[in-house]
Antibody, heavy 121, light 107 residues
Framework: EVQLVESGGGLVQPGRSLRLSCAAS????????MHWVRQVPGKGLQWVSS????????DYADSVKGRFTISRDNARNSLYLQMNSLRAEDTAFYYC??????????????WGQGSLVTVSS | DIQMTQSPSSLSASVGDRVTITCQAS??????VSWYQQKPGKAPNLLIY???NLETGVPSRFSGSGSGTDFTFTISSLQPEDIATYYC?????????FGQGTKLEIK
């Protein structure tokens, strides 16, 4: 069974940093591109970042470019999102999501349960 | 960015009804459209990809169609467990973008 479990969310002050992790199991993690997608509570979905199966390519939404860094450790079956210079508008549930393919196609066939990040003083 | 205008924003229907949700893209696209179901407090769940392909394990009462700028999602016979919010998503151009969602309720 495919499982994606996020961790690392919480309350953080504006301007500070936070690192999210996503532990993957039940599939060959190193054969799929992975993504982060966020959702403001009660609102819609926004793609945040993607990484190819071998970390050869990464991409970011304009709203987080230069502040967030996506990475993965295939030996540990883990995906990460380093979030720096956090802003109030980054407050959201952050979902780890699997792509359907090795290179990002941006259709997400499995999702984690989400980790809430709240940016507030 | 491609804008996906989804309608209606909410919908009330009876068990057994045929339900249709539409998404209009802000520019002409290929068939790179997915549809997701999100139940309260849960993560989204992929139902349809490439506009009309049913994801493995998804009931056949769900279907998708469309091309160009107009895409449609249909539930042929609404079931009580289909109560959720549904989102369309395009992945034809970067960044991938979602519709604003359709909240489906039972009448």
């Amino acid at each position: 069974e495919v499982q994606l479990v996020e961790s690392g969310g919480g309350l953080v002050q504006p301007g500070r940093s936070l690192r999210l992790s996503c532990a993957a199991s039940g599939f060959a993690f190193d054969k799929y591109a992975m993504h982060w997608v966020r959702q403001v509570p009660g609102k819609g979905l926004q793609w945040v970042s993607s990484i190819s199966w071998n970390s050869g390519s990464t991409d970011y939404a304009d709203s987080v470019k230069g502040r967030f860094t996506i990475s993965r450790d295939n030996a540990r079956n883990s995906l990460y999102l380093q979030m720096n210079s956090l802003r109030a508008e980054d407050t959201a549930f952050y979902y780890c999501a699997r792509d359907q393919y090795q290179l990002p196609v941006y259709s997400f066939d499995y999702w984690g349960q989400g980790s809430l990040v709240t940016v507030s003083s | 960015d491609i804008q996906m205008t989804q309608s209606p924003s909410s919908l009330s229907a009876s068990v057994g009804d045929r339900v249709t949700i539409t998404c209009q893209a802000s520019q002409d696209m290929t068939n790179y459209v997915s549809w997701y179901q999100q139940k309260p407090g849960k993560a989204p769940n992929l139902l349809i990809y490439d506009a009309s392909n049913l994801e493995t394990g998804v009931p056949s009462r769900f279907s998708g169609s469309g091309s160009g700028t107009d895409f449609t999602f249909t539930i042929s016979s609404l079931q009580p467990e289909d109560i959720a919010t549904y989102y369309c998503q395009q992945y034809d151009n970067l960044p991938p973008t979602f519709g604003q969602g359709t909240k489906l309720e039972i009448k």
